[in-house]
């Protein structure tokens, strides 16, 4: 006579398993359309955001920039970063920029950025927030938001270079 083993002993410990394998996090509706590993169409993972960049930058004009480095981030590996920036300034010297990560495979991270600058003894401290609006690749539809914190220093007239973290949570 064979008996029937509890499927409850298994189940859960697939689910410890499967939930401390990561700090991820599956968000999305429902659907009857799978995808492969079991995912809906409409399936997004809320997975951390967060690396250093090293970057360089050059006026462009009096209040624009055109920023290049790389970057060490969580999920996209060694990227490079392509950004844009118009300075506004003022009493606060506000600035905004739209960037493109690239990660090592050609997937591309699409952001907007809006923070300030303030002097330092060495150049200025920056402080802002990062947000992703899509992309290419496995970052097509990418939403979040990271804190974004460095600081940057001028090497020439219109030159200068920086470094910056990012820290906080990606959708894709």
Same mark, same amino acid.
């Given at each position: 006579? #064979?008996? %029937?083993?509890?499927?409850?002993?298994?189940?859960?410990?697939?689910?410890?398993?499967?939930? &401390?394998?990561?700090?991820?996090? $599956?968000?999305?509706? /429902?659907? =009857?359309?799978?995808? /492969? =590993?079991?995912?809906?169409?409409?399936?997004? %993972?809320?997975?951390?955001?967060?690396?250093?960049?090293? $970057?360089?930058?050059?006026?462009?004009? /009096?209040?624009?920039?055109?920023?290049? !480095?790389?970057?060490?981030?969580? =999920?996209?590996?060694?990227?490079?970063?392509?950004?844009?920036? @118009?300075?506004?300034?003022?009493?606060?010297?506000?600035?905004?920029?739209?960037?493109?990560?690239?990660?090592?495979?050609?997937?591309?991270? #699409?952001?907007?950025?809006? !923070?300030?600058?303030? /002097?330092?003894?060495? &150049?200025? *401290?920056?402080?802002?927030?990062?947000?992703?609006? !899509?992309?290419?690749? #496995?970052?097509?539809?990418?939403?979040? @938001?990271?804190?974004?914190? &460095?600081? $940057?220093?001028?090497?020439?007239?219109? @030159? @200068?270079?920086?470094?910056? *973290?990012?820290?906080? #949570?990606?959708?894709?």
């Amino acid at each position: 006579m #064979r008996t %029937i083993r509890s499927l409850a002993a298994p189940a859960t410990f697939i689910a410890f398993t499967l939930a &401390g394998c990561s700090g991820d996090r $599956v968000t999305g509706s /429902p659907s =009857h359309s799978l995808q /492969p =590993h079991g995912l809906s169409a409409s399936t997004t %993972i809320e997975r951390p955001w967060k690396g250093d960049c090293n $970057v360089d930058a050059v006026f462009t004009s /009096p209040t624009t920039l055109l920023i290049t !480095g790389t970057c060490q981030l969580a =999920h996209l590996g060694r990227t490079s970063v392509v950004a844009y920036q @118009t300075i506004v300034p003022g009493p606060t010297i506000a600035y905004t920029n739209t960037a493109i990560y690239t990660a090592a495979n050609g997937d591309q991270l #699409r952001t907007t950025n809006v !923070g300030t600058a303030s /002097p330092s003894p060495t &150049g200025l *401290s920056l402080s802002g927030t990062e947000t992703a609006v !899509g992309g290419t690749g #496995r970052f097509e539809g990418a939403s979040g @938001t990271a804190t974004l914190t &460095g600081a $940057v220093r001028f090497t020439g007239p219109v @030159t @200068t270079t920086g470094s910056y *973290s990012l820290s906080g #949570r990606l959708d894709y």
